[in-house]
Each structure stands twice: as C-alpha cells, then as structure tokens.
C-alpha cells in the first residue's frame, strides 16, 4: 500500500516502507511503489521516466525507508530533475552507525565512484569518481558496559550518489547498523543478550530518510516533508536507549 504524505495536481510523497522497491526491475516485477500508483493513477504520471518508470523523479534504496516525491506530469517531472541536477533539493537522513564519529559532527567530501571488484557497490575514490558531499551530527550514542558503542546521526546530502551515506560512514569507519554490503558482521565480547537479539534481528540497513525540502515546480513556493520513522527502527533506537541507561 502506498503511505502517501502529500498530494496535488503535480506531485505525490510518499513515505516508502522499509524492504519496499521503487519501481520494476530484475527479480522485483510486484508490489513495488509504481505498481501501487499505476493502480491508484493509472495514466495520470509523468510518461519521461517511461513505462517501467512512470512519474519517478528518484529513489532511494530498498531497504532504505522515507520520503520520496513523484511526479504526476512532464513539467513538474523536468522541474524536479533540475533541482536534483543543481543539488538544490533540501535531504535529511537518519541513520545508526557502529562506534562514534570523529568528530562527532563535522563534512564528509569524498568522491564515490563504481567499485572495480563489484559493480554493484559504490566505494571512495580519491582519483576520480563524482564529488560527494555529506553533511551529518551525532545526535546520541548508546554506550554501557554490557552494549556495544553505536551511534545516532543526522546526515544532510549536499549531492545525491548512489549508496553515498552509507559508502561514507563505511570510509569513515562507522559503518551503518545492518547494512549487509557496506558494513560488517559484528562479534560482541560482552554484551547483553536481549540487546543482541535485537540488533541481530534488525535485518536492514537502519538508514532513514526524514526530511525532503524543494520549491513547488509550478508555486515556487518552498516546502518540506517530513517522514516518521518506521516502527521496527523507532523500536531499536527507543531499545538502544533503555539498554544505555
């Protein structure tokens, strides 16, 4: 079902569930976001992303929950895709990441660029690849003696490549909680059981993206959505915090 948060004579958000695809694609041809709006809107979506992708401007990963914007025709689709081209879209993520970063707040500008030993996966580059710019703060860390250090961080895109928050907590050394292609399995010493089943039971990248900020394509007008949290994240983070006490 969509969980749409907006929607007018040019554009539709959405807040995307976790494990949710964006639009049809190998091994994913079902219940994906533009099955659900071609039933909702049939032809009433812009027709520039085509038919496998009708009135998608972006996306964001499947795993990966929030807010996303879609547009409902040509104009409004033409105008979003420059927005994005000028990075002047308005993109703020949650995220949990293992340790804590150093400094806690601070500008990740490194270059990401397609990963020679897998083609799937984006990595830093120093040499070439396209800038990437992330702006994030530690929020909270969950720490005690029976918890392993695991941090709370806001992160604010200044371009938008592709896996770029994770590729960048992972150059950082701080890789995002779940994450099952840029992170690591983690071995506690000691840890409380409860807590492990927890984390160990969060089968997912715990990245979310809050809040997505543009100016109307035909107002103008600036405006911002914001995108709860999904339940099973909200739950770990609220755990994380009894558990650190």
Known sequence: ????????????IINKSP??????????????????????YKNKLSSI??????????RIDKDTSGVIVVAKNDFAHINLSEQFKNHTIKRTYEALVWGYLKPKHGIINE???RSYKNRQLMTVKKD?????ITNYKTIKIFQNKYLPK???VECKLETGRTHQIRVHMNFKGNPILGDKSYGKVKKFKQIDKNIE??????????????????SHPRTGEDILFSADRPKDLDALIKNLQKASV
């Open 1 to 12: 079902p969509l969980n749409i948060l907006y929607d007018d004579n040019d554009i539709i």
């Open 19 to 40: 494990g949710t695809v964006v639009h049809p694609g190998a091994g994913n041809y079902e219940k994906t976001i533009v099955n659900g709006l071609l039933f909702k």
């Open 49 to 58: 992303g085509g038919r496998l992708r009708p009135g998608i401007v972006h």
């Open 111 to 113: 270059k990401i660029s």
């Open 128 to 132: 070439k690849g396209k800038n990437a």
């Open 150 to 152: 695991i941090s709370l």
């Open 197 to 214: 089943k927890k984390i160990n039971a969060f089968n997912r990248q715990a990245l979310h993206a809050r809040t997505l900020g543009f």
